[in-house]
């Protein structure tokens, strides 16, 4: 498997933190590298199964059937009345859970959306990555299969170290027998 520089340096800053888990605004890349950018460099690891995240309902909106339900008759609904507060909160478009009101406990919002999700009620528009972690398969890769080549200044001694620091614990059955 193949990584990319800007790959490799995000492998490199989350094997800096703590059990390899790290909220994915603590893993910076370098200055100019977008929040957007890390967050697709954090897919991208994902989908080779290298890291693993948590993501988060950023931005949801009404679906036509959604729209529908607001406009019946409220006593007669199958909807708790958090439910009916979230759709009708997103009734003014495109919104945050942020932006719920506020009778809604903000514990319970993200809960709400993936339910309301589930029965095509709202559709999610947009989902944040929230935390990551390096996965078995990924700690494996970097053990056992990753064999750095070339000249790159972009990666710095500090990271070297954290790699070394990686290579000098031992492994894990779990990192050992996932592939």
Same mark, same amino acid.
């Given at each position: 498997?193949?990584?990319t520089t800007l790959e490799l340096k995000f492998l490199m800053?989350?094997?800096?933190?703590?059990?390899?888990?790290?909220?994915?605004?603590?893993?910076?890349?370098?200055?100019?590298?977008?929040?957007?950018?890390?967050?697709t460099v954090c897919r991208q690891l994902g989908h080779k199964?290298?890291?693993?995240?948590?993501?988060?309902?950023?931005?949801?909106?009404?679906?036509?059937?959604?729209?529908?339900?607001?406009?019946?008759?409220?006593?007669?609904?199958?909807?708790?009345?958090?439910?009916?507060?979230?759709? =009708?909160?997103?009734?003014?478009?495109? /919104?945050? !859970?942020?932006?719920? +009101?506020?009778?809604?406990?903000?514990? $319970?919002? *993200?809960?709400?959306?993936?339910?309301?999700?589930?029965?095509?009620?709202?559709?999610?528009?947009? =989902?944040?990555?929230?935390?990551?972690? /390096?996965? !078995?398969?990924?700690? +494996?890769?970097?053990?056992?299969?990753? $064999?750095? *080549?070339?000249?790159?200044?972009?990666?710095?001694?500090?990271?070297?170290?954290?790699?070394?620091?990686?290579?000098?614990?031992?492994?894990?059955?779990?990192?050992?027998?996932?592939?």
């Open positions: 498997m193949e990584i800053r989350l094997l800096a933190q703590a059990n390899y888990h790290a909220p994915l605004s603590q893993i910076s890349l370098n200055a100019k590298t977008s929040a957007a950018q890390r967050e199964g290298l890291v693993a995240y948590t993501e988060v309902i950023s931005r949801f909106g009404l679906t036509p059937g959604g729209r529908l339900l607001l406009n019946l008759d409220n006593r007669n609904l199958l909807v708790t009345p958090d439910e009916l507060l979230t759709l =009708k909160s997103a009734a003014t478009g495109h /919104l945050s !859970p942020a932006t719920i +009101h506020p009778k809604v406990p903000a514990q $319970s919002r *993200q809960r709400l959306i993936q339910t309301l999700a589930s029965r095509k009620l709202v559709k999610i528009s947009q =989902k944040q990555i929230k935390d990551v972690w /390096l996965t !078995p398969q990924g700690q +494996h890769f970097l053990r056992f299969q990753y $064999s750095p *080549q070339g000249h790159d200044p972009a990666l710095t001694l500090t990271m070297l170290g954290d790699y070394l620091k990686f290579m000098r614990q031992p492994a894990t059955p779990d990192s050992l027998n996932s592939k």
